[in-house]
Structures are given as structure tokens and as C-alpha cells.
């Protein structure tokens, strides 16, 4: 004889507790369901932030990339052509060096120049490298505003190495002394802000010219108001020497 609640047949709460889920259940499911859900929006919150971070040094990388073609051409290519004159000191600025800017004269890239030589000017100004830029011969004598190349910048310094007096190459500077005349070379070091993902290598680029076979190769002459067609100051005469040059005020280096 078998006893009728022996197997939970014929009790109706034991039918009834083996048919659900106890409260405990239920709310250990819930748990381990937002466990889930958790875990799965950070790993998705994680991989958000690795695909900004990874985009982010992408660009600073492409930035510091683009920015050092950009100078290394542009200083490769300096040409031996005044843009200002010092008529207390007899001389010609074909480039001025210091160690916050730069400034030399130069062929703008094909999609930004207009023709001619440009004046260009790289300068360190608070955290930024602004770079500023006129055509040489123009009646405006105003720059562009300035195209900001990079910013962020903690520090930074320009440097320059020329030929020595004994004809060897010489040390780095941070002021170049004679603006009559281009260096060698010229060298960026920049050090950026915490956060920026950049890194700068040294820029040392060298000069394309033969700084000694152009040193008098290009020379100022007349006063401002004899030739103010060019820049308001006076005008080029390539290989021209002041011996030959009637009427002409020459500055011999």
C-alpha cells in the first residue's frame, strides 16, 4: 500500500513548490543577469575608450608627421634673398634666427602659393607653432594670419649650426648671429603637454644652398625712396657689385 503523499502526488504545495522559482531564485537570476549586463556595458565602455585613445594617437602621430615634412621642406629650401634691411649696420636679412622664431624667405608649396618667393615666419608663441607667411615682392607688407601647425607645446627652441671661422661646422645656437647670411642647418626640439599622445623627434634639417658660393650672391641696393616698388625698401640685383652700379648705394659683406 502506498501512502499518498509519499512522492508529492497527492499533496497540492508540492505540486505547486516543484512548478516555480522560491523568491531566493528569482532574485539571485536578477543579480547575476545585471552582473552580466554590467560586465557587458564596460567591456563595451573599454573598448569605446581604446578605439578614442587609439584614434587620438593616430592623430597626434599623422599631426607630428605632417607638421615635420612640412617644416623640413619649407627649411630645406630657404633662398639667399633679403627681406629686410639693417642700413645702420650695412646688412642684408636674408634670415633671422632666434630661439622662439625663425625667419627666411622661401617657395610656398604649389597649392598654397600664389607665385614668387614667400617671406615665412615660424614662430613659438605660448603653447602654439604659428606659422605666418607673405609673398616677398607685394604692396601689402601685412602677414596672413597665422596657420597654427601644432599646439600643446610645453617648451620648445629653435637652434642653428653654421660654418666657423676656421671653416669647420660649427655648434648648435640659439641665436643666429649674422642675418646677412643661412646656416648650415637649423634644429626644432618641442616638448608637449601631458595628455597629448605626442611625441617630437629632434628636427635638424639642413640647408639645400651653398651658404659660401651664395653669401654675396644677392645684394640691397638703392634707399627706400629710389625703389619703393619692392617691399617699400629697395630692390634685388642678383650678382650685381657695387663697383659697377651707378648712382646705387651698395652693401658689400
Do not use: C
Not at 73 to 94: C, I, M, S, W, Y
Not at 101 to 123: C, D, I
Not at 173 to 190: G, H, Y
Request: aromatic share 8%; no cysteine.
Amino acid at each position: 500500500m502506498t501512502l499518498a503523499g509519499s512522492n508529492g502526488r497527492g499533496n497540492p504545495a508540492g505540486r505547486h513548490r516543484s512548478a516555480g522559482f522560491t523568491l531566493i531564485e528569482v532574485m539571485l537570476a536578477m543579480i547575476l543577469v545585471g552582473l552580466i549586463i554590467g560586465i557587458g556595458v564596460g567591456g563595451i565602455r573599454m573598448s569605446r575608450k581604446a578605439a578614442e585613445t587609439g584614434e587620438h594617437r593616430i592623430e597626434a602621430i599623422n599631426a607630428v608627421r605632417t607638421t615635420q615634412e612640412f617644416l623640413r621642406k619649407q627649411l630645406a629650401r630657404a633662398l639667399p634673398l633679403a627681406f629686410d634691411v639693417d642700413r645702420t649696420e650695412g646688412r642684408n636679412h636674408v634670415f633671422v634666427g632666434e630661439d622662439r622664431e625663425v625667419t627666411f624667405v622661401a617657395p610656398m608649396p604649389g597649392y598654397l602659393s600664389k607665385g614668387g618667393p614667400y617671406v615665412q615666419r615660424l614662430a613659438l608663441e605660448r603653447d602654439r607653432l604659428n606659422f605666418y607667411h607673405r609673398m616677398l615682392i607685394s604692396e601689402d607688407d601685412g602677414e596672413e594670419e597665422p596657420v597654427t601647425l601644432l599646439d600643446r607645446i610645453r617648451r620648445g627652441r629653435f637652434e642653428y649650426r653654421g660654418i666657423d671661422e676656421e671653416g669647420k661646422l660649427g655648434d648648435w645656437e640659439d641665436d643666429w648671429e649674422d642675418p646677412s647670411r643661412t646656416p648650415m642647418m637649423v634644429r626644432l626640439s618641442l616638448e608637449f603637454q601631458d595628455g597629448t599622445y605626442m611625441r617630437w623627434p629632434v628636427l635638424e634639417v639642413p640647408l639645400l644652398i651653398d651658404v659660401g658660393g651664395v653669401n654675396n650672391a644677392y645684394r640691397f641696393f638703392g634707399p627706400a625712396e629710389d625703389n619703393s616698388g619692392l617691399m617699400g625698401e629697395g630692390q634685388f640685383v642678383p650678382g650685381a657689385s657695387p663697383a659697377t652700379s651707378t648712382g646705387n648705394r651698395g652693401v658689400r659683406r
